[in-house]
Antibody
């Protein structure tokens, strides 16, 4: 069974940092691009970042460029999102998603709250 | 404001049919595959339609997708109360090099 499990969310002060992780199982992780997508409370889906299977191609939404860094460790079947200089507007549930021609599998999400 | 435009809400009675539109441009819908996602209350999104009109295993054929030019449509027939959810379209934008979603459509089954 394909499974994605996010972790690392929590409460952080504005300007602080947090590192999210996504553990993948049930598929050949190293063969697929991966994404982070977030959803602010009561709002729609917002794509955050994508990374190709070998990390050769990385893309970011303008809203996080320069502050967030996506990475992966294919040996550990894991995806990461390093979030720095966090702002109140970064408060959201963060999902990791396996990408083929669509986001075929989603994790359950991890909540990040940025508040003083 | 989302790059892809969806109606905020649609509604229909049980057993009826509903369509949800998704409008974009040549840099996104016009030249890339469209996918649709269902998000039931309090849960993670789930893939409903990929590559414009294909259904993943386990998705009933009551759900269908189509694309024409720079617009896409999700159709749901035989509506059930369990279909009440938020629905999102998504695709890659080749000009912006970003993945884009529609703003979401809330389906109410009256």
């Amino acid at each position: 069974e394909v499974q994605l499990v996010e972790s690392g969310g929590g409460l952080v002060k504005p300007g602080g940092s947090l590192r999210l992780s996504c553990a993948a199982s049930g598929f050949t992780f190293s063969s697929y691009s991966m994404n982070w997508v977030r959803q602010a409370p009561g709002k729609g889906l917002e794509w955050v970042s994508s990374i190709s299977s070998s990390s050769s191609y990385i893309y970011y939404a303008d809203s996080v460029k320069g502050r967030f860094t996506i990475s992966r460790d294919n040996a550990k079947n894991s995806l990461y999102l390093q979030m720095n200089s966090l702002r109140a507007e970064d408060t959201a549930v963060y999902y990791c998603a396996k990408l083929d021609t669509a986001m075929v599998t989603w994790g359950q999400g991890t909540l990040v709250t940025v508040s003083s | 404001q989302s790059v892809l435009t969806q109606p905020p809400s649609v509604s229909a009675a049980p057993g009826q049919k509903v369509t949800i539109s998704c409008s974009g441009s040549s840099s996104n819908i016009g030249n890339n595959y469209v996918s649709w996602y269902q998000q039931l209350p309090g849960t993670a999104p789930k893939l409903l339609i990929y590559e414009n009109n294909k259904r993943p295993s386990g998705i009933p054929d009551r759900f269908s997708g189509s694309k024409s030019g720079t617009s896409a449509t999700l159709g749901i027939t035989g509506l059930q109360t369990g279909d009440e959810a938020d629905y999102y379209c998504g695709t890659w934008d080749s000009s912006l090099s970003v993945w884009v979603f529609g703003g979401g459509t809330k389906l109410t089954v009256l």
